[in-house]
Nanobody, 122 residues
Framework: QVQLVESGGGLVQAGGSLRLSCAAS????????MGWFRQAPGKEREFVAA????????DYADSVKGRFTISRDNAKNTVYLQMNSLKPEDTAVYYC???????????????WGQGTQVTVSS
């Protein structure tokens, strides 16, 4: 079992930045692929970014490439999402998740945090 707790969300103006954190506890954090997903009101949960267990591989949704950066610190059991040049369409609840396989599909992720709200004003 892995417990995930997100933090760092908030209200920011368009063009601003936020850094989300996801702290993990429980089973060995370093063996999992970690992902960030988001869900806006009335929309399905969508993939944002993923990082391999060793941090060497990353993947991003086209909508955030060049603006968001995923990273992890296995010594701190934490994964981060640095979000720059934020746009109003980035407004959503952001979730971190852990998976035992490399995937961009929510169904492949076994453990989820409770989510943190990100609101970008125009």
């Amino acid at each position: 079992q892995v417990q995930l707790v997100e933090s760092g969300g908030g209200l920011v103006q368009a063009g601003g930045s936020l850094r989300l954190s996801c702290a993990a506890s429980g089973r060995t954090f370093s063996i999992y692929v970690m992902g960030w997903f988001r869900q806006a009101p009335g929309k399905e949960r969508e993939f944002v970014a993923a990082i391999s267990w060793d941090g060497r591989s990353t993947d991003y949704a086209d909508s955030v490439k060049g603006r968001f950066t995923i990273s992890r610190d296995n010594a701190k059991n934490t994964v981060y999402l640095q979000m720059n040049s934020l746009k109003p369409e980035d407004t959503a609840v952001y979730y971190c998740a852990a998976s035992s396989s490399w995937s961009a599909r929510p169904i492949s992720y076994d453990y989820w945090g409770q989510g943190t709200q990100v609101t970008v004003s125009s």
